[in-house]
Nanobody
Framework: QVVESGGGLVQPGGSLRLSCKFS???????????MDWYRQAPGRQRELVAS???????NYLDSVKGRFTISRDNVKRTIYLQMNNLKPEDTAVYFC?????????WGQGIQVTVSS
């Protein structure tokens, strides 16, 4: 079971931290997975926002570099997306995903709205 939390409404310039818990995932699969955060705004394609490989290297969408940070907690089987200095264009449904071997495990999606 993959459960996301932490979304909501925030003013421009504000911060949110998204969490994604992979309940029941064994440690070796969790640590061996590439962890991603995607987002999808209305009328747009889903895009990859941040990625953390099993080797802990990270990559970010250019528009979020310096503002978003992806991290993981192996003990809690949870990944996070810290989002700072949020902008209205960050408004979207955010999805987490773990990729291991040939399997993908998706979260249900959580709404983030940046508006004054």
């Amino acid at each position: 079971q993959v459960v996301e939390s932490g979304g909501g409404l925030v003013q421009p310039g504000g911060s949110l931290r998204l969490s994604c818990k992979f309940s029941g995932m064994i440690l070796s699969v969790f640590t061996g997975s590439t962890m991603d955060w995607y987002r999808q705004a209305p009328g747009r394609q889903r895009e990859l926002v941040a990625s953390s490989s099993s080797g802990r290297s990270t990559n970010y969408l250019d528009s979020v570099k310096g503002r978003f940070t992806i991290s993981r907690d192996n003990v809690k089987r949870t990944i996070y997306l810290q989002m700072n200095n949020l902008k209205p264009e960050d408004t979207a449904v955010y999805f987490c995903k773990a990729g291991y071997d040939s399997s993908d495990y998706w979260g249900q999606g959580i709404q983030v709205t940046v508006s004054s």
